[in-house]
């Protein structure tokens, strides 16, 4: 039986993520 795919989580900081390059589901903004 094969594992389920985990979540990868992408963090970044100001400009650093600001286009990422790659699509994306869902974008948590934080404070």
């Known amino acids: ?3 389920a795919a ?3 989580w992408v963090f970044g900081y100001g400009s ?3 286009n990422p390059g790659f699509a994306y589901d869902a ?3 934080g404070f």
């Open 1 to 3: 039986m094969a594992a």
């Open 27 to 29: 974008r948590v903004v």
């Open 16 to 18: 650093l993520i600001w």
């Open 6 to 8: 985990s979540p990868t």
